[in-house]
């Protein structure tokens, strides 16, 4: 994969594959055509029944695949499902920040496949996370597990656009960041994500990536939605 100063624009966004079955899935595709390289198939097509058929099919298209699975279990578990998960035409995948042991086994058999640390969630606040007896603001949480995952071997994280810019004043460049949460400007509130930023606010903070499902399918004309994305990330990026 090239190093982040490197990846193309139009590499950089992310599409939420969010949809329960192949033929969906399928229809997705054809919609967006060329204006979306990148895909992330997550727990609702799991769910379905169809996940590695669809990953075989967004493989078989050159796009690249964001397995969203968010492991999160004993270290010799998560080792082995990330040891199979390794064997797929997978670019990226999930795995929880919570214990560095687990992530050390997750690292050590990953192989070409870069894993992505969950830290905290964009649709959680800081009443959340003080509802689970965690203690700080999230951005200061983020950083804390970003920290841990990173000494861990992990690639990235997966935080808010709003997390950015303490997570780059204290780790630095290095660390992949993809972030979801990402809204228009001005438009907030109407759905489960608390933590948003637009587009060009994310990679003016540092995004490497960003995530974007329902600003682009709920979008009158989703094609010309991602390319417009697409056109503010080259602006962003230079």
């Not at 687990?102 to 003080?130: Q, Y």
Request: charged fraction near 20%; proline fraction near 7%.
């Amino acid at each position: 994969m090239p190093e982040p100063a490197a990846i193309p624009a139009r590499d950089r966004l992310i599409f939420a594959l969010d949809v329960p079955n192949h033929a969906e899935a399928v229809a997705w595709m054809d919609r967006l055509g060329d204006s979306v390289t990148f895909y992330k198939i997550g727990l609702e097509l799991l769910a379905g029944g169809d996940y590695f058929r669809v990953l075989d099919e967004l493989a078989a298209r050159g796009k690249k695949v964001f397995a969203d699975l968010k492991f999160h279990d004993v270290p010799a578990t998560v080792a082995g499902a990330v040891r199979g998960l390794a064997a797929h035409p997978v670019t990226f995948a999930t795995i929880h920040s919570d214990s560095r042991a687990m992530l050390e086994a997750a690292a050590a058999v990953k192989g070409p496949l870069r894993l992505l640390a969950v830290t905290v969630l964009t649709s959680n606040d800081r009443g959340d996370l003080a509802a689970l007896g965690v203690a700080g603001e999230p951005a200061e949480v983020v950083v804390e597990r970003a920290r841990l995952a990173q000494s861990a071997g992990i690639d990235g994280v997966v935080c808010s656009g709003a997390d950015l810019p303490r997570l780059r004043a204290a780790l630095g460049p290095d660390l992949l960041a993809v972030c979801p949460g990402i809204r228009p400007a001005g438009v907030g509130g109407g759905d489960d994500q608390k933590r948003t930023v637009d587009v060009p606010a994310a990679f003016a903070r540092g995004a490497d990536y960003i995530v974007v499902g329902r600003p682009i399918r709920n979008a009158p004309d989703p094609r010309a939605a991602a390319e417009a994305m697409v056109g503010q990330i080259a602006a962003a990026v230079g």
